[in-house]
């Protein structure tokens, strides 16, 4: 059973950088692949950025969030992180990290529903 723990949302001005961590456990890293989701209030949940945890293939970003963040994966320590930078009022939403195996993933990293394990969520607010 793959548990994941998001932390370190909050509030930010346009413009300003946030760095989300989520711990990552029980989990196989050649079966999976992890991702960032967020949900706006009255929005669908979009998926923002994926990686596979064999970091066999470039990580997939939405053109939203394309050169502005990064997701990444501390083997070691078992997190994945999401930096963000040049943040945007749009980018106000609750944050999910999430995992799923990666056959299931494949093809389609950004669809909330090849995903079956979640976060509880971190909230992110931008301020203009």
Known sequence: ???LQESGGGSVQSGGS???DCSVSGYTYSSYSVAWFRQAPGKEREGVASMRMDSLLSPTYADSVKDRFTISLDKTNNILYLEMHSLKSEDTAMYYCAAGWKWLVAGRPLDREKYNYWG?????????
């Not at 509880?120 to 203009?128: A, E, I, L, R, Y």
């Open 1 to 3: 059973q793959v548990q």
């Open 18 to 20: 946030l760095r989300l």
């Open 120 to 128: 509880q969520g971190t909230q992110v607010t931008v301020s203009s």
